[in-house]
T-cell receptor, first 119, second 108 residues
Framework: EAGVVQSPRYKIIEKKQPVAFWCNPISGHNTLYWYLQNLGQGPELLIRYENEEAVDDSQLPKDRFSAERLKGVDSTLKIQPAELGDSAVYLC?????????????????FGAGSRLTVL | DAKTTQPPSMDCAEGRAANLPCNHSTISGNEYVYWYRQIHSQGPQYIIHGLKNNETNEMASLIITEDRKSSTLILPHATLRDTAVYYCIVRLGLELSFGAGTTVTVRA
């Protein structure tokens, strides 16, 4: 099993340029997450999808960030335009969760992340 | 979510057991305790989770106190490859909130 696959692994862009990250979750996982990790800190949730529906995007800066999960499988996270402060690692994770139930354990599998450097 | 408190760093000797503490005094009855670790330049990796009982798998053991206000992750025989940031997370439901974790350095 390939695990959660993310690309690109590294991206360097100039400020004001657009950038996109792609995530392929584990086959059969219905829940997908995007996290942001700044240097020296723990990951912070940006958005969570249940199938193709974004059910929690309260931490996503919607003025410049957007995400989609077409057909409830792969997902893309876009930043337009990028700012210097967006330099970070963007992590994707997936899990198999029982829909409509917030109780119970839920184990997330993370990808290796996409490291963005904005110059 | 219940807040967790972990020491910022700890060292351990290769081949010895590593005991990583976590305080979660405000945990509620149905919240799980999860442990993840993150090796440099990789994504977080799931280690173990538990609710009330102690748990063991091929990676580690999780000891939860009877009042559930604290827990300890035990790496039975630490190796150099166990050097990582270890996160203790308490959560009910589908999202995990990460703190700063404990930076564990295993020394030869």
């Amino acid at each position: 099993e390939a695990g959660v696959v993310q690309s690109p692994r590294y991206k360097i862009i100039e400020k004001k340029q657009p950038v996109a990250f792609w995530c392929n979750p584990i086959s059969g996982h219905n829940t997908l997450y995007w996290y942001l990790q700044n240097l020296g800190q723990g990951p912070e949730l940006l958005i969570r999808y249940e199938n193709e529906e974004a059910v929690d995007d309260s931490q996503l800066p919607k003025d410049r960030f957007s995400a989609e999960r077409l057909k409830g499988v792969d997902s893309t996270l876009k930043i337009q335009p990028a700012e210097l402060g967006d330099s970070a690692v963007y992590l994707c994770a997936s899990s198999l969760a029982v829909m409509g139930h917030s109780s119970g354990a839920n184990v997330l599998t993370f990808g290796a992340g996409s490291r963005l450097t904005v110059l | 979510d219940a807040k967790t408190t972990q020491p910022p760093s700890m060292d351990c000797a290769e081949g010895r057991a590593a005991n990583l503490p976590c305080n979660h005094s405000t945990i509620s009855g149905n919240e799980y305790v999860y442990w993840y670790r993150q090796i440099h330049s990789q994504g977080p990796q799931y280690i173990i989770h538990g609710l009330k009982n102690n748990e063991t798998n091929e990676m580690a053991s999780l000891i939860i106190t009877e009042d559930r206000k604290s827990s300890t992750l035990i790496l039975p025989h630490a190796t150099l490859r166990d050097t990582a940031v270890y996160y203790c997370i308490v959560r009910l439901g589908l999202e995990l909130s990460f703190g700063a974790g404990t930076t564990v350095t295993v020394r030869a």
